[in-house]
């Protein structure tokens, strides 16, 4: 990977044993917009702010939430050009893949084939760790399923969880709102509503992205207008 | 001289409700001399996939061995054994990535996939990849083999009338065969139970 002088790794160890690198990678993913998804009876949804740095910009090219197959869908917090080179790693993995079992890739492998790449960047020569943490929705064969992989190249399944910014506040509102037997058309409210507690105005399709995969296995990232029908379900 | 018909095979697979038999010579020999009667070259991937491999039989042992090393990887990954389908893909890429050097064996891929439906396909030797109904064979005489199935073979056959078909389309399509024959072994695959059989035919 490093073409350069450096054939050490840059994450080195601390005295107490902890790799400081992942730590500030890990502050770079708290600075970042909020993210969440949240994982129901029969489907998964994942959200994000999309805070944009200024009103000139054309928001419908930024795209936030990214689909790797027709079953998995990921977003992310933190440096996106990064998210964007994981993305191309995952997709070439699961298109790898497929063209060996001509199968879809199942979730929990290509989160485990991610995971490994972003490992990889803590302890190879000249690179440094991703700074983005990945919220990976995805349905397969053992149903929907949510994933969250961190810099450091850990990654857990979740019932629903949020990163980025305002990740405390919205964890905490999800384990009050939160029950197994939820749909995805609740679920997708819920999110909503999580993501509008630590929003800094008016929540509209324009500032948001949601992504949702039902049992049709198909992912989709929703349009505007398909939001703002949501928010007004919700108001 | 053939590096296909080095050693010599017979290798016949068929389709029946809910069940498939795939079966195979048992000689071992190089070119006129036989060896051993007992070399099946029929494998047991899992409990519900087995693979037949014809051609030069130094290829068909090494590609069984890296095959069983794929499978258990992925078993050990996925948490499941791999559908009949997916092994039979894996089979063509494998193949397909020694294009300029290919391994000399052409496979026969027989199993149950998970809902209980038969699957049966065949390879040439770089891995172009055919599925079947009905019937898929390999050998070194393949033209009585084909002739044997084709007349022999109908839909919806049971177990033990799907091993009786097989066992007779296997000997005598490799009748007339120098190259193989000596015995053969028959595996009848259903949803709860593999059935192996072996047969006494003539030793020559």
Excluded at chain 1, 86 to 115: F, G, M, S
Excluded at chain 2, 4 to 18: L, Q, R, T
Aim: proline residues 4%; aromatic residues 10%; contains cysteine.
């Amino acid at each position: 990977m490093a073409e350069s002088q450096y054939s050490f790794s840059l994450t080195t160890f601390s005295p107490s044993g902890k790799l400081v690198q992942i730590e500030y990678a890990l502050n770079a993913v708290a600075a970042g917009a909020t993210s969440l998804g949240i994982s129901a009876a029969d489907g998964v949804v994942i959200a994000t702010e999309k805070k944009l740095p200024s009103t000139l910009v054309d928001e419908s090219t930024v795209q936030k939430i990214m689909t790797i197959t027709p079953s998995i869908g990921v977003v992310y917090s933190g440096m996106g050009p990064d998210f964007r080179v994981l993305v191309r790693r995952a997709r070439k993995t699961a298109q790898t893949y497929y063209q060996t079992y001509k199968e879809h890739i199942p979730v929990a492998q290509l989160v485990r084939e991610t995971a490994a790449v972003m490992q990889e960047f803590t302890q190879t020569g000249g690179v440094r760790p991703f700074g983005v943490s990945l919220m990976m929705a995805g349905y397969d064969d053992n149903g929907p399923q949510l994933y969250q992989i961190d810099p450091s190249g850990s990654y857990f399944a979740w019932k629903a969880s949020a990163i980025g910014k305002n990740m405390t506040n919205a964890k905490a509102f999800l384990e009050k709102r939160y029950s197994d037997e939820v749909g995805i058309e609740d679920a997708v409210h819920t999110a909503l509503l999580t993501l509008k507690e630590g929003f800094e105005g008016q929540l509209s399709g324009a500032n948001i992205e949601v992504g949702v995969v039902g049992p049709n296995r198909s992912f989709k990232v929703l349009t505007e207008a398909e939001v703002n029908d949501y928010l007004q379900e919700v108001e | 001289m053939s590096i296909f018909s080095y050693n010599g095979a017979a290798i016949v697979a068929m389709a029946g409700k809910e069940c498939v038999a795939i079966g195979s010579d048992l000689r071992f020999g190089v070119q006129m001399q036989t060896i051993t009667c007992d070399t099946p070259k029929v494998f047991k991937i899992h409990d519900k996939l087995y693979l037949g491999l014809s051609g030069l039989l130094t290829d068909a042992q090494t590609l069984h061995q890296k095959l069983m090393f794929r499978h258990n990887l992925y078993k050990l990954r996925e948490e499941r054994d791999m559908k009949p389908s997916t092994f039979g893909h894996m089979l063509s890429n494998a193949l397909y990535e020694r294009r300029f050097g290919p391994y000399f064996a052409a496979p026969v891929v027989a199993g149950l996939e998970p809902d209980g439906t038969p699957f049966l396909c065949g390879m040439d030797t770089i891995g172009a990849i055919e599925t079947a109904k009905d019937f898929m064979i390999t050998g070194t005489s393949p033209e009585s083999l084909y002739g044997m199935c084709e007349s022999m073979w109908r839909p919806d056959m049971e177990p033990d009338e799907l091993f009786e078909t097989v066992a007779q389309c296997l000997m005598s399509g490799f009748d007339r065969d120098a190259l193989a024959g000596w015995g053969a072994v028959i595996h009848v695959i259903t949803k709860d139970k593999v059935i192996s059989r072996t047969l006494k035919t003539r030793m020559d």
